[in-house]
């Protein structure tokens, strides 16, 4: 399973130098292993530095955006410029049957990322939360609001969707 986020928090990933890692307690990084620790694809349920002890496991943290952006809101120049990026990282994963888009914006890249391959989606899928797209080159693309500290707070994002979320993945990988 591979999760694509948004980019690098500039106090979390982008100092530390480990995506969702450093970005304090109950910041995105831990919500989101906690979430990950408690359907198995971590060992621990935090990500507090590079040095943690933080496994996963039969899982990828990618971004659609190599740096922080302004306001968390890269452009779509940014988007393009960093795709090449995110598509190594991903060639270098062959056996990627899942794909956790979290957020509208690490949803999106994947799909360009796809057209850019030559995998043609028509439709054009929705991004939902927890919505499960099976995609032609055999992958499944779930939809997972981002873990932001704004979607947290606020309740439109809690544990028990983002739960929904992994138990989703975890029936995909399980029917592959």
């Not at 890269?74 to 794909?99: G, M, R």
């Not at 509208?104 to 890249?109: K, L, N, V």
Request: charged fraction near 20%; glycine fraction near 10%; charge should be positive.
């Amino acid at each position: 399973m591979v999760l694509i986020g948004l980019a690098p928090a500039a106090h979390g990933a982008n100092r530390t130098g480990r995506v969702f890692t450093g970005d304090g307690p109950n910041g995105s990084g831990d919500f989101l292993m906690a979430a990950l620790h408690r359907a198995g694809f971590a060992n621990i349920p935090t990500a507090r530095h590079p040095g943690d002890g933080l496994q996963l496991r039969d899982a990828f943290i990618a971004a659609a955006v190599r740096c922080a952006p302004p306001d968390n809101k890269p452009t779509t120049d940014e988007i393009a410029n960093c795709l090449p990026h995110l598509e190594a990282e991903l060639a270098a994963l062959p056996n990627v049957q899942v794909v956790v888009a979290l957020g509208r914006i690490g949803f999106d890249a994947y799909l360009q990322l796809l057209k850019r391959r030559g995998v043609n989606i028509r439709p054009k899928p929705a991004f939902g939360h927890a919505a499960v797209h099976w995609l032609p080159n055999g992958q499944t693309l779930i939809g997972c609001y981002h873990p932001s500290r704004q979607n947290t707070n606020t309740g439109k994002l809690d544990a028990r969707m983002m739960d929904r979320v992994f138990a989703r993945a975890l029936r995909a990988l399980a029917e592959n």
